[in-house]
């Protein structure tokens, strides 16, 4: 049924198809409204057999979750930044127990400087804490994959991050196609989990393993995630023949085909980006973009194949690996089968600065011509930087840096975008 | 594609305005986008929302730097924030006010524009009237609908009916159908001045 909501209720909507039992969170934005939503829901009864937990923060979210999860009960919970990293060790303990726990990320900043609005660094952060990792584009692709996340994460008992870009997705009323009940039923069977805390048959979680087996049991770890690669793609493909629908897999490809030049990006910018690939192809320009899905597992195979010909691969991502450069770049290196300069890191909307299209093509003109540096960052304000650096070379105590760069930078209220 | 920027201030149902446009114009069978600008938004502090409407999928996701519409729920804006920001020539400048535009002092900075997309409606005395609220929003969306001819006055009053119940949802449905035969007399009157 096509509907026009907020991003947030969408997810919240199709995570009540799910038929959750526990939904535990705590809020913070930009998550808020899909756990406020679920609540709401479960006081009315509208998800049947499902309680709705308040929790004290998001570590004791994550460990309800956990609890709730390894008595068999098919767990949900939401978080954003600054409570994504709160409840960090709980997330590794989940994955580490191959419990399937499905968590959105309404992905924003982390502090300091504190900063509500929306990048990729708090689900980066956690990229290799053994969770599936899969970015919505859309809203009508972060509902769809809230109800692929279930089925895949209870087949392999590993728990899955959706990722949606805070504010940008989460607070946009769009269109969408909510799929029936019964739609979602024949998708996803009841969970039957491999491992349960049942006083009939009892059995421990949690063993502590020494030097003699802990590599054996990271080992299985990644031989699961491998093993998502190989499944993710049918289940995608079993998606848009049950719902009609292309959403999830592992990636989105688009113009392509005969590309020199492809864009690598996550998230709900590919449609900025393609926006803008499409005026520089009426230009001529032989351009396409390669959107990831999934970023863990990450899939190698598929990457390689996809940038096949392309002679340049800008990877624009909304993170910033601190005294390296790219995070996402750095993964696309690994499967790149040209010369590795050929692959750009353009860092561009942290913290919720509007990624526009006249600034993609200025960047994405100046990588035709040959001229994109190894790392860019978009829109850098370098006036700005250069008084900051200039403040430091001439002072010792030159003051804390954010509130002198905001000083400097005058009132924003005034500014429209 | 068409890109309505709306102006106001926290408390005055600016976000909610652009998502009962967005509203207003799915039940029409289009495409629409609605989104706030994604403030830490406080009550009186100057808030922005956006709405895209389109007959294709939008993918479009960078904040509305270009608007084909401008709706200012608020005119003590119009000297503290730069609303008419890359506003095209041939743009529509909605403004929330008793006064005239010579009287709210951007007569003269208005003329570059049509005459005809320059309208002004008292959404708050409308709303008062109506809602007993000063909450100018439902009427401007009615006002819009008349001006711009985008939308029609029945989506606007369809969505406000989807968005609000009761006395409340009444109210502003009159508030909205008043501002609209307002703005088409003022219209009207421009086009014979």
Same mark, same amino acid.
């Given at each position: 049924m096509l509907k026009q909501i907020e991003g947030s209720r969408a997810v919240a909507e199709a995570v009540g198809l799910c038929r959750p039992e526990v939904i535990c969170a705590y809020p913070i934005s930009p998550q808020t409204h899909i756990v406020e939503a679920l609540g709401e829901m479960v006081k009315a009864g509208q998800i049947e057999r499902c309680e709705y937990i308040n929790v004290e923060s998001e570590f004791a979210a994550m460990s309800v979750a956990i609890g709730a999860s390894a008595a068999g009960a098919r767990a949900y919970t939401a978080t954003a930044s600054q409570g994504l990293l709160f409840m960090a060790e709980a997330v590794f303990n989940a994955?580490? *127990?191959? +419990?399937? $726990?499905?968590?959105?990320?309404?992905?924003?900043?982390?502090?300091? @400087?504190?900063?509500?609005?929306? =990048?990729?660094?708090?689900?980066?952060?956690?990229?290799?804490?053994?969770?599936?990792?899969?970015?919505?584009?859309?809203?009508?692709?972060? *509902?769809? +994959?809230? $109800?692929?996340?279930?089925?895949?994460?209870?087949?392999?008992?590993? @728990?899955?991050?959706?990722?949606? =870009?805070?504010?940008?997705?989460?607070?946009?009323?769009?269109?969408?196609?909510?799929?029936?009940?019964?739609?979602?039923?024949?998708?996803?069977?009841?969970?039957e989990p491999r491992q349960v805390l049942d006083p009939a048959e009892p059995v421990s979680i949690g063993a502590m393993v020494g030097p003699e087996a802990f590599l054996e049991v990271r080992y299985l770890a990644h031989a699961k995630q491998m093993r998502a690669l190989e499944l993710i793609p049918g289940w995608a493909q079993e998606f848009r023949d049950a719902f009609g629908r292309d959403s999830g897999g592992l990636m989105h490809t688009y113009r392509c085909e005969d590309a020199d030049t492809i864009v690598v990006a996550l998230g709900s910018v590919l449609g900025t980006v393609k926006d803008t690939v499409d005026e520089m192809r009426d230009r001529g320009a032989r351009i396409g973009v390669l959107g990831i899905t999934c970023f863990r597992p990450w899939p190698s195979a598929a990457v390689r194949t996809a940038l096949g010909r392309a002679r340049r691969v800008v990877v624009l991502e909304k993170s910033l690996a601190v005294g390296l450069g790219g995070i996402v770049s750095t993964n696309v290196r690994t499967c790149y089968s040209g010369n590795p300069d050929s692959v750009h890191t353009v860092i561009a909307g942290l913290g919720g600065r509007a990624i526009t299209r006249a600034s993609l093509a200025r960047m994405l003109d100046t990588a035709l011509e040959g001229r994109l540096e190894a790392l860019t960052f978009l829109d850098l304000d370098k006036p700005l930087v250069e008084r900051a650096l200039a403040r430091e070379r001439e002072q010792r105590r030159s003051g804390p840096i954010a509130e002198s760069i905001l000083r400097d930078l005058g009132t924003v209220a005034s500014k429209v975008t | 594609m068409f890109q309505i920027r709306i102006h106001g201030r926290g408390g005055q149902g600016v976000v909610t305005a652009a998502e009962m446009l967005s509203v207003a114009a799915f039940k029409e069978g289009r495409h629409a986008q609605a989104f706030p600008s994604f403030g830490s938004e406080r009550t009186g502090a100057p808030v922005v929302a956006f709405c895209r409407i389109d007959d294709r999928e939008i993918r479009l996701r960078e904040p509305v730097m270009q608007p084909d519409a401008l709706i200012i729920q608020d005119p003590t804006l119009l000297h503290q924030v730069d609303v008419f920001s890359g506003l095209a020539k041939d743009g529509y400048i909605m403004i929330n006010t008793t006064r005239t535009f010579d009287a709210l002092g951007i007569g003269e900075f208005v003329r570059k524009f049509d005459p005809a997309h320059l309208c002004t409606v008292p959404a708050t005395e409308l709303a008062l009237k109506h809602v007993g609220r000063p909450l100018p929003n439902a009427a401007l969306l009615g006002g819009f609908a008349a001006a711009t001819g985008r939308i029609s006055l029945a989506s606007v009053t369809d969505a406000i009916r989807e968005t609000f119940s009761g006395k409340v949802a009444q109210g502003n449905v009159a508030a909205a159908s008043e501002a609209f035969e307002h703005v088409r007399k003022e219209i009207g009157e421009a086009a014979h001045a």
């Open positions: 994955s580490g *127990l191959g +419990l399937p $726990i499905v968590m959105t990320v309404a992905n924003r900043a982390i502090g300091a @400087p504190i900063n509500i609005w929306n =990048d990729h660094t708090d689900s980066m952060s956690q990229r290799d804490c053994g969770w599936i990792q899969l970015f919505a584009e859309t809203n009508q692709e972060a *509902l769809d +994959l809230h $109800i692929q996340a279930f089925r895949l994460g209870e087949e392999l008992s590993l @728990p899955v991050m959706v990722c949606m =870009d805070g504010f940008i997705l989460t607070h946009a009323v769009e269109r969408v196609d909510m799929p029936t009940q019964s739609q979602v039923d024949a998708y996803l069977p009841p969970f | -």
